[in-house]
Every structure is written in structure tokens, then in C-alpha cells.
């Protein structure tokens, strides 16, 4: 009688430990803790974007003329503001998965002491964030060749990659987040004869 009892007893705090876990995950991927972090990089600041107005989540537009392969990139941080610890599992430039994109742009992480250069960037590798902590991510890669581009872009277009998608894990589940960039990198289709 008394084992059966200690049983349900146990069965009962299993049981609230379970929902416990379950409530603290759903919490954690409605609120979704991951933010900017302190950093924001773009590979040619120098090229302002025509007409760029900037807003509450992007401050800056750099535009880069069609030029193929060209390095071209941007950089983030993003910084964890949740009590946990959280797993950055993967990180992907929305819509750069198009073979007809202007670039195709990877995740890198930049050697520890390393100056700061695309060609020297390392792949991109799962990152453990404590509560508070802060990693910085780059979208790296090379602008496209004529023949992957031609007859997809035409002068006077172009694209702007403004947001990454970052894939982070906390405790049992993943949940993918859309960050919008603070630095916009802009690349231009091909001028006008470029790629005939």
C-alpha cells in the first residue's frame, strides 16, 4: 500500500515536472529571445543605397555594383535575453537559396583574433549562448557569374538581403526566428551591357 503510494506520489511530480518543461518551452518560443546583438557589419559601407530610408530594425544600406565574383557580406550579432541558455543551430540569408540570386550568401564565423575578411571567414558552426551572452554571425559569399544571372535581372533592378533566418534551440524544441538586419547590403542586377 505504502509503495503504491510513494508511486503516485512519484508518477504526480513526473508528471508536474513534465508540464513544467512543456509551459517553459512554449513560453520561450512565443517570446522569442533572441535579439540584436551590439554588432552590425556590411562588406561596403561606403556605397549608401539610393532612397533608403532607415527604420526601427535596419540603419544603414550599403549597395554594391554587379561585379561577378565579387565578396560581398553582412554581419550580426545576436544576443541571448532569455534566463536559459539557447543553441544558435543554424543561420541562412532569406532567399539566397535561388540559384538565379544575384549572390548566394553562406553563414561564417570569424577566427577568434582573426581581422575581419570574408576570405578569411570559418563555416558556420552551432554556437551555445548562456542567458545574456552574444554571438556575432556574417552572411558571406560572392556576387553570381553573367550566365547564372542572365535573362533573371534586368538593368535598373537588384536585391536586398535584409533579413537572416536564424534557427536557435532552447531546452527540448527549435524555433526559427526572422531577424531583420540593421545593415542591408544591396547588390545591383547587371548594368546595361554588362552581360550581353
Known amino acids: 500500500m505504502a ?12 508528471a508536474a515536472l513534465l508540464v ?10 512565443r517570446t522569442h529571445p533572441v535579439a540584436h546583438g551590439s554588432i ?26 554587379f561585379a561577378p565574383g565579387e565578396a560581398v557580406g553582412v554581419g550580426f550579432s545576436v544576443r541571448n535575453t ?3 541558455s539557447m543553441t544558435v543551430m543554424s543561420v541562412a540569408s532569406v532567399g539566397s537559396e535561388s540559384p538565379t540570386m544575384l549572390a548566394e550568401l553562406h553563414p561564417a564565423l570569424l577566427p577568434v583574433g582573426a581581422p575581419l ?10 554556437i551555445d549562448l ?3 551572452e552574444e554571438a556575432t554571425i556574417y552572411l558571406v559569399g560572392h556576387v553570381r ?4 544571372v542572365r535573362g533573371h535581372w534586368g538593368p535598373g533592378t537588384g536585391v536586398r538581403f535584409d ?3 536564424v534557427t536557435v534551440r532552447w531546452l527540448l524544441a527549435s524555433s526559427v526566428v526572422e531577424m531583420p538586419l540593421r545593415d542591408v547590403l544591396q547588390i545591383d542586377a547587371p548594368a546595361q551591357g554588362q552581360c550581353p
Not at 556590411?42 to 526601427?56: I, L, T, V
Not at 530594425?57 to 549597395?63: D, I, V, W, Y
Open 3 to 14: 509503495a503504491q503510494f510513494i508511486q503516485r506520489i512519484a508518477l504526480g511530480i513526473l
Open 20 to 29: 513544467a518543461v512543456v509551459a517553459a518551452q512554449i513560453v520561450l518560443l
Open 40 to 65: 552590425s557589419w556590411s562588406s561596403d559601407p561606403s556605397g549608401k543605397c539610393p532612397q533608403f530610408q532607415p527604420a526601427e530594425t535596419t540603419a544603414r544600406c550599403s549597395e554594391v555594383a
Open 82 to 84: 532569455s534566463p536559459l
Open 117 to 126: 575578411a570574408i576570405d578569411r571567414m570559418r563555416a558556420f558552426a552551432p
Open 130 to 132: 548562456a542567458a545574456g
Open 145 to 148: 557569374s553573367c550566365d547564372a
Open 163 to 165: 533579413v537572416a533566418r
